[in-house]
Structures are given as C-alpha cells and as structure tokens.
C-alpha cells in the first residue's frame, strides 16, 4: 500500500521538462551554414555554449551557443569529449538517423522542405486538390447531418 502510494506520488511530482543540455543529447542546428543538420553535444563548455560534433551528418566540431540549437528527445550513450570514430559508431549502434527520420519534427521539416521546392504551377495543383477534397468533405457533412 505504501509502495503503491509513492508510485503515485513519483507519477505526478514528474517533472515536464526532460530535455536537458548534456553530453550525448542529439541536437538539431537551426541557424547559421549547418542549419537543420542533427549533430550531438560532445562537451559543455559553459551555461552558453557547448561543443558538438556530427561526424555522420557533415557538421564539423565546433564550440555553438545553445541559441542556434534545438534539443531533441533523442540520447547517444557516448563519454565527454568522445572522439568522432566512436561517436560515429554509437551513433550507427543507437539507430539516432533512423529514430530522427520516423520523428514527427523531422517529417514536418521534411514536408516544409518539399513545400518550398515546388513551382509555381505546383502549388496551383495542391491549391486545386486541397480545395476538391474540402467540396468533397462539405458534402459528406452535409449527408451526415440530413
């Protein structure tokens, strides 16, 4: 009973924010050359800047602030200031590009990505198609309702 209580009590004093600054915490860059590469934090330099390094997806090591990165959910089991091969391998080992590519953020950036490529003649077609498709659930509303 009492063990039963302090579960609960762990369930609800859990704390919202899980995505802490560390060494290993995959994140992605959102400014400057690199920007919407995934590198991995490697060091923390001070409460402004920490070293990364992305030996898989291009990104060189370097000292970034943590202004100019997002923190993502995903975690690499690496040691402080692990060197590229091994952070490489852990990277692969964990399976972080695959987890990255199936995440809901990296789809809607890939989505975003698609939508800034097209033309202009196809974005009327996605004008066209969006516009068909709400005719056709307006109509289906209306079934519903009568």
Do not use: H
Not at 30 to 46: C, E, R
Not at 78 to 90: D, I, P, Q, Y
Not at 115 to 130: E, H, I, P, T, Y
Request: charged share 35%; hydrophobic share 40%.
């Amino acid at each position: 009973e009492c063990r039963l209580l302090l579960e609960k009590k762990k369930k609800r004093n859990k704390m919202v924010f899980e995505r802490y600054v560390e060494v290993g915490r995959v994140c992605l860059i959102n400014y400057g050359p690199n920007d919407g590469k995934l590198a991995t934090i490697v060091d923390v330099v001070d409460q402004n800047k920490c070293l990364i390094d992305g030996p898989t997806t291009g990104v060189a090591r370097q000292i970034i602030p943590y202004k100019r990165i997002a923190l993502t959910d995903l975690k690499v089991e690496v040691g402080r200031g692990a060197k590229a091969a091994a952070l490489n391998k852990a990277w692969t080992a964990a399976g972080t590009q695959d987890a990255w590519d199936n995440s809901s953020w990296a789809k809607r950036l890939q989505a975003k990505k698609t939508r800034k490529g097209l033309s202009d003649f196809q974005r009327f077609k996605v004008m066209v198609a969006r516009k068909q498709k709400s005719a056709i659930v307006k109509k289906e509303m209306k079934k519903l309702k009568a």
